[in-house]
């Protein structure tokens, strides 16, 4: 992943943090709250390795021209599933975004 990649799918998470930011900003400072934006914070920094890793392992088992045809052709309806796609992305992006960053570490010292 280069440095370009991960700002430009890092704006992304940056998005959805600041609309978790948004909606919790009136509710009272407490522990569960403050918990809330670290998990928000850490998934925002780990969002593009997230959606790295997802999208290797598709196109891994699919081509590219599968998600160009069919029901996955560009258009308004389509974006729904894009807001769903991120969101679920940002939901699990802490264990799917470590374990891609761990799997690039090791395969770049094996690869040495």
């Given amino acids: 992943?280069?440095?370009?990649d991960y700002l430009r799918?890092?704006?992304w998470g940056a998005v959805l943090f600041g609309i978790i930011v948004y909606t919790l900003w009136d509710k009272p400072r407490t522990e569960?709250?403050?918990g809330l934006y670290l998990l928000a914070a850490c998934c925002m920094l780990l969002f593009p390795f997230a959606?790295?890793?997802i999208e290797q392992i598709a196109l891994r088992y699919t081509r590219t021209e599968d998600w160009t045809s069919g029901i996955?052709?560009?258009t308004p309806a389509k974006n729904g599933i894009y807001a769903m796609y991120y969101m679920l992305l940002f939901t699990i992006a802490i264990p799917l975004g470590a374990?891609?960053?761990i799997y690039l570490a090791v395969s770049k010292k094996t690869t040495r």
């Fill in 51 to 53: 959606k790295q890793c």
């Fill in 9 to 11: 799918h890092f704006i």
């Fill in 32 to 34: 569960t709250i403050e």
């Fill in 72 to 74: 996955w052709i560009e």
């Fill in 99 to 101: 374990g891609y960053v």
């Fill in 1 to 4: 992943m280069t440095l370009k």
